[in-house]
């Protein structure tokens, strides 16, 4: 009688199946009941076992009862040298890999319970870290803006932001076609979040009627700021440097425009001396803050809004800044501006 032939060991993909197959024979009351026990960072791992544990933790149901039971604040985080992924994290525990970002895409800053990814290539998307589901906002400009945009040109602003009065979130876009000097233009479009964005379309909207600086976005209480463009700096047009544009995303209009604290508190011939690299807008606190850089000495003062219509700046903080070895001024500017601002 010949010996029996040993079994071959399983392939991964066997494994895998296998493994598939067991987890769907728990009961789904009990799954469920699992799985509301774990925290937000590990259902974004365990979303992969099956088909059947992703449509659980991907049910409205299942994410209501989750986020009543877990309370406690969410983070999503973008680190430098991994270019495809987003990480959950909350407080006390180490980050846990999220949905994936795609490469080049930028975590824009936001205290929502959605996050948004950008590019500046017209790509913007929309993630929610408690089920890990990634919506892609259509790239296709707004109708009355589709003679006048080329998706093949860069440079494109996005913020995301919550309506106050009814608690609806919504993106603005701005195109940012050739540039001031060269006779460009800068297009604004909204879009509404409803749960989905299958069937939604960007909206134009009048612009400010000046250039606005794309990088210096901030969204605060869902109005997006902005200082205007560095291409005024220095020209006599009577424009300063701290002078503040502000959209609103519910009436989706542009508010009055705000003179900012160094105008307000200075004369004209010393808030001249002053360069757009020296301001930053931030939100801190609830609060609109100009954070204004020196360099002799190293220090930065953050001035926070306290009441738009009468325009009432206050400067809570005064911070002297120790030196650090880098390479250049503007180097050093930089790194306090994402450190100290940077920090929620």
Same mark, same amino acid.
């Given at each position: 009688m010949a010996p029996p032939r040993p079994r071959s060991p399983p392939t991964t993909r066997a494994m895998r199946a296998r493994a598939a197959a067991s987890s769907d024979r728990i009961p789904p009351d009990v799954l469920f009941d699992v799985l509301l026990r774990l925290p937000a960072r590990d259902l974004c791992r365990l979303r992969a076992v099956s088909r059947s544990w992703r449509a659980l933790a991907s049910d409205p149901l299942f994410v209501a009862a989750h986020a009543a039971r877990h309370g406690g604040p969410l983070f999503l985080a973008k680190f430098r040298d991994d270019k495809t992924s987003v990480y959950a994290v909350?407080?006390? %525990? #180490?980050?846990? =890999? @999220? =949905?994936? /970002?795609g490469p080049y895409h930028r975590l824009l800053c936001t205290r929502l319970d959605l996050g948004c990814l =950008?590019?500046?290539w017209n790509r913007c998307s929309v993630l929610d870290p408690a089920t890990g589901a990634v919506h892609l906002l259509p790239e296709r400009p707004a109708e009355e803006h589709a003679n006048c945009v080329n998706l093949s040109n860069p440079y494109t602003f996005f913020a995301l932001g919550r309506v106050a009065a009814t608690g609806g979130r919504k993106v603005l876009r701005m195109f940012n076609r050739l540039g001031f000097h060269n006779g460009g233009q800068q297009i604004f479009e909204v879009f509404t979040i409803n749960g989905g964005t299958d069937h939604a379309w960007w909206r134009g909207r009048q @612009? #400010? @009627?000046l250039f606005t600086d794309e990088c210096s976005g901030v969204v605060v209480d869902g109005v997006v700021y902005f200082l205007t463009s560095r291409v005024y700096e220095g020209a006599r047009c009577g424009i300063r440097p701290d002078y503040i544009m502000s959209f609103d995303l519910g009436r989706e209009e542009w508010m009055r425009d705000l003179r900012g604290p160094i105008s307000s508190n200075a004369g004209y011939a010393k808030v001249s001396l002053y360069t757009r690299h020296q301001l930053a807008l931030?939100?801190?606190? /609830? %609060?609109?803050?100009? =954070?204004?850089?020196?360099?002799q000495p190293f220090t930065m003062d953050l001035w926070f809004l306290s009441d738009f219509r009468s325009g009432l700046w206050v400067n809570q903080y005064h911070i002297r800044i120790e030196s650090l070895n880098l390479r250049s001024a503007d180097e050093y500017h930089e790194y306090h501006l994402k450190t100290i601002v940077g920090v929620r």
């Open positions: 909350d407080l006390g %525990s #180490p980050p846990a =890999a @999220g =949905a994936g /970002g =950008a590019t500046d @612009g #400010p @009627g931030a939100e801190l606190k /609830g %609060s609109l803050v100009l =954070a204004d850089h020196h360099h």
